[in-house]
């Protein structure tokens, strides 16, 4: 019963380099997030993916991009990582049909840039 | 830009008192107001509304939304220490689901 998953759990990065962060449901769900969650600043909407093969921006998107890989699995990536992406990164889903469900979240990647 | 915005930011309390969470949001196109409980890691899903003056409840929670006025609260009776957390509102409109900052709710014994 795995639901989201997010790798890696940790990263520390220096300024300038990339990484992805992976993020897989197997919940069969159409609707997939990232956030970033800062202290004192709640969850900001990164990118989203109302259904495979689409992605739009959300509140907070300069510095990533992102890949709906199929209907399991979307990405997030830092082309060249600086301090201010510093921040735990949630991946969510969420089912579309029979109207509004909930977001299911993953259990966060903490990254750090030096 | 729609906005969600929650107060009181923290708020400390005493096992037993009744603690009320406010959360008011602007936005086009609401279809559904939701809060969420975070601990440590994930938030944990906890209500979600869609229409006015239907109160949610589970256990010694309880929440409402006034669509008129465009705001939830979120009610917890006889706190205790395991309701420490922070609680997150969200609004969901045609698309994606914008969250507030939170309030900090520590239960002190």
């Known amino acids: 019963n795995a639901g989201v998953t997010q790798t890696p759990k940790f990263q520390v990065l220096k300024t300038g380099q990339s990484m992805t962060l992976q993020c897989a449901q197997d919940m069969n769900h159409n609707s997939m997030y990232w956030y970033r969650q800062d202290p004192g600043m709640g969850l900001r909407l990164i990118y989203y993916?109302?259904?495979?093969?689409?992605?739009d921006k959300g509140e907070v998107p300069n510095g990533y991009n992102v890949s709906r890989l199929n209907k399991r699995e979307f990405s997030l990536r830092l082309e060249s990582a600086a301090p201010s992406q510093t921040s735990v990164y949630f991946c969510?889903?969420?089912?579309?049909?029979?109207?509004?469900?909930?977001?299911?979240f993953g259990e966060g990647s903490r990254l750090t840039v030096l | 830009e729609d906005k969600v915005v929650q107060s009181p930011l923290s708020l400390v309390v005493h096992e037993g008192d009744t603690v009320t969470l406010n959360c008011s949001y602007e936005?086009?196109?609401?279809?559904?107001l939701l809060w969420y409980k975070q601990e440590k890691k994930a938030p944990t899903f906890l209500f979600m509304l869609?229409?006015?003056?239907i109160e949610k409840k589970s256990g010694r929670l309880s929440s409402i939304l006034d669509k008129k006025e465009l705001f939830s609260i979120l009610n917890i009776t006889a706190t205790q220490t395991g309701d420490s957390a922070v609680y997150l509102c969200?609004?969901?409109?045609?698309?994606?689901?914008?969250f507030g900052a939170g309030t900090r709710l520590t239960v002190k014994p």
């Open positions: 869609t229409s006015s003056g």
């Open positions: 993916s109302a259904s495979e093969g689409t992605t």
């Open positions: 969510a889903s969420r089912t579309t049909s029979g109207g509004v469900r909930e977001l299911f």
């Open positions: 969200a609004e969901y409109n045609n698309n994606d689901m914008r």
């Open positions: 936005v086009t196109n609401f279809r559904s």
